[in-house]
């Protein structure tokens, strides 16, 4: 597709994080309202567009990346109708409005996945990754998550499987192979694209395709105690697969259905890896250079530096 405007590429994006952007009712946690507030001020600011950090239901265990409803907003944020105004006032300032879209898990308390974990015969098993124990009764591989350096396998006593999950246990990853999961994913794209937003940032879109095979790991052997327990492996099968591309296009040829919106990708990679994310002008339109977050920044006396995921 062709844009007539390609605002992306100068505009000033503005991450507002709503739980402590403004509080418009008095319950100490910020919410929808009160960023209608505060439009005004950034729209005095000059930004181009808002990225506005998840605030969809969830039970918070990850902060709203662990989301329980992709099509609705937390009560505590607010409510549908109220991102229906935001969105409308936003663009009324001539600003932009984007929102995240998580593809890789969704919390553990999602329908999808209590239906998925009810057993394995439920027509929603497939939409998460599941696998029998290795031989021994252990995990399928040695795959470890990102947040505690443990395994990404969670035991179900139930069904006598496990889940992955990257992240925290409670965010049980979801399996893009599936065809039905894939379609009901995009469509997700498709409801907010409805709505008027203008843009999505994809969370961790690197990690949304897993290996199929679920070969090992090859051993990091730079690795020493002290390190971040997490890089005890080269991480050659779970992140930023080949078919990670094809993930990017299915995005990309959703976004491409509407006119002027555009994907802003998370990558926690080389700046070598993460140019190849534009592919032909049909995967990210903002590859997210997020490795650069990872870099120690000197800062007088002191040097900075921010884990990756």
């Known amino acids: ?69 992709h099509t609705d907003i937390d009560p505590i944020f607010g409510t549908l109708a109220d991102m229906d105004a935001l969105i409308e006032a936003v663009h009324a300032r001539g600003i932009k409005i984007i929102l995240d879209y998580v593809p890789a898990h969704t919390s553990d308390q999602h329908p999808w996945f209590i239906e998925s974990r009810a057993s394995r015969d439920n027509p929603k098993r497939d939409w998460y990754v599941w696998r029998d124990p290795a031989p021994d009764g252990g995990p399928p591989n040695n795959w470890l998550c990102r947040f505690d350096g443990e395994t990404v396998w969670e035991w179900d006593e139930k069904t006598g499987q496990y889940y992955m999950h990257y992240f925290f246990k409670a965010q049980p990853d979801l399996n893009w192979h599936n065809p039905e999961l894939r379609a009901t994913m995009l469509n997700i794209l498709r409801f907010w694209f409805d709505r008027g937003i203008d843009g999505l940032r994809v969370d961790a879109c690197y990690r949304a395709i897993k290996d199929p095979l679920f070969r090992d790991n090859p051993p990091n052997h730079d690795w020493h105690d002290g390190m971040d327990p997490s890089l005890k492996m080269i991480e050659k099968y779970t992140k930023n697969l080949p078919a990670v591309h094809q993930f990017n296009r299915w995005v990309r ?20 890896q993460v140019v190849t994310h534009y592919g032909q002008n049909d995967e990210f339109h903002l590859p997210l250079n997020s490795g650069i977050f990872s870099t120690p920044l000197v800062c007088g006396s002191h040097a900075w530096a921010c884990r990756s995921l």
């Open 253 to 272: 040829a959703v976004a491409d259905e509407y006119d002027e919106r555009m994907l802003i990708g998370e990558l926690y990679l080389s700046t070598e």
């Open 1 to 69: 597709m062709a844009y007539k405007n390609e605002w992306w590429k100068t505009g000033v994006i503005y991450q507002v994080y709503p739980r402590s952007f403004q509080d418009s009712n008095g319950d100490g946690i910020g919410d929808l309202p009160g960023i209608m507030q505060r439009l005004d001020y950034l729209q005095w600011l000059g930004v181009d567009a808002i990225w506005v950090s998840p605030c969809f239901p969830s039970p918070m265990v990850d902060f709203g990346y662990d989301i329980s409803d």
